[in-house]
């Protein structure tokens, strides 16, 4: 089952205080390719649709800090732990980015994060699977960050300033992400049996979550077309998972490696790939708080949540709600 817990997409825009008016405006606007920033005016499913799809964004970089993370310690050798330290503190770091922007929409970044911790919003399916291996971790920061910056470098095109902004900065930070994993995997493929025998085995293991990556077909997304209609989301979500075939089977292949699809090939004639479907029940599963690693995940947020509770009582002042309307 798809939805939000709080998003109806066929909410309606409220006649009585968003007149058809200011709506032509705002779409004429978009279609000229302005930016919108945050004091301009917006429809209420606008500002909604971004404080998902932000906050899910945020919430997926701090998670997913957590896979990788977890070999921070057993890097092999220490160029590779220094530059892993480095690629998980600029996921966080993307994180704090993405907060802001969703904040100037108007929701705080305590009640995002209280929503993430209780379950009630989503963040990227791929980050509730173990990084069982250190090849897993090659992997995720090859072919993930890869898929990421084919979502984001299209959406940093959108129309919502603060989000493109955020965008365009992750994407310097993902590209260096991407060199680091392809250089790791290329170490691992070409390297003894073992490591060829281990990076295969990520691969096959990850390949399955990274074709749920993109989100559900076309036919199924819930929320594409207002998305696309408000230039919010640039690509549909089979377009962002061709893309990425078309970019990535080459190399992945190159090394000699095998995805676990014997019906991948692309077609000449259309010029599309053909792939077998993922497991999307798999899938609804794993969004939806029910993959291997999710209690895992949230329990870790959870921790650091009750354990930071201190330091920003420390900053803010326990009396802060006193203080601030007066100063
Ligand atoms: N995982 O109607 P659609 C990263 C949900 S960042 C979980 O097609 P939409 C960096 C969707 O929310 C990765 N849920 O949705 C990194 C909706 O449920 P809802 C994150 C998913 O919004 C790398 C329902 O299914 N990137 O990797 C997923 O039009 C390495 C119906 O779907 C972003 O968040 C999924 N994969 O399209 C960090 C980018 N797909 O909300 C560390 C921004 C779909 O109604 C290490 N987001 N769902 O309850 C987007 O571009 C879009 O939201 C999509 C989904 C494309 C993800």
């Not at 680091?180 to 073992?194: E, F, S």
Request: net charge negative; hydrophobic share 40%.
């Amino acid at each position: 089952m798809y939805g939000n817990a709080y998003i109806d997409p066929n909410d309606k825009i409220d006649s009585q205080e968003e007149s058809q008016e200011k709506l032509d405006a705002f779409e004429a606007r978009i279609a000229a390719g302005d930016k919108i920033e945050p004091n301009d005016w917006m429809p209420d499913l606008y500002r909604k649709q971004l404080i998902r799809m932000i906050e899910q964004h945020a919430h997926s970089e701090i998670i997913g800090a957590l896979p990788e993370g977890t070999w921070i310690t057993r890097a092999p050798g220490f160029r590779r732990k220094l530059a892993l330290m480095a690629k998980v503190q600029d996921e966080v770091g993307h994180a704090q980015l993405l907060y802001s922007a969703a904040e100037t929409l108007g929701k705080s970044r305590e009640a995002m994060i209280n929503d993430l911790i209780t379950g009630k919003s989503k963040y990227s399916n791929v980050f509730n699977y173990p990084a069982l291996t250190w090849a897993d971790s090659a992997i995720i920061a090859w072919l993930i960050d890869a898929g990421a910056i084919v979502n984001q470098l299209a959406n940093s095109k959108g129309s919502y300033g603060p989000y493109c902004r955020a965008l365009e900065r992750i994407c310097y930070e993902e590209s260096f992400h991407l060199k680091y994993g392809h250089d790791n995997v290329v170490h691992l493929a070409t390297g003894t049996a073992k490591q060829r025998q281990m990076v295969q085995e990520a691969l096959t293991r990850w390949w399955p979550p990274i074709m749920h990556f993109f989100g559900p077909s076309d036919k199924e997304s819930v929320h594409t077309e207002t998305l696309m209609k408000w230039k919010v989301k640039m690509m549909s979500n089979d377009a962002m998972r061709q893309q990425y075939l078309d970019m990535y089977v080459p190399k992945i292949w190159d090394l000699g490696l095998v995805l676990p699809d014997p019906n991948l090939k692309k077609n000449q004639e259309s010029g599309l790939w053909e792939y077998t479907e993922p497991d999307w029940e798999e899938f609804k599963r794993v969004i939806n708080g029910d993959g291997p690693c999710n209690a895992e995940r949230l329990a870790v947020r959870r921790m650091a949540e009750e354990k930071g509770r201190w330091v920003r009582r420390a900053i803010l002042g326990e009396e802060a709600a006193y203080v601030i309307p007066f100063a």
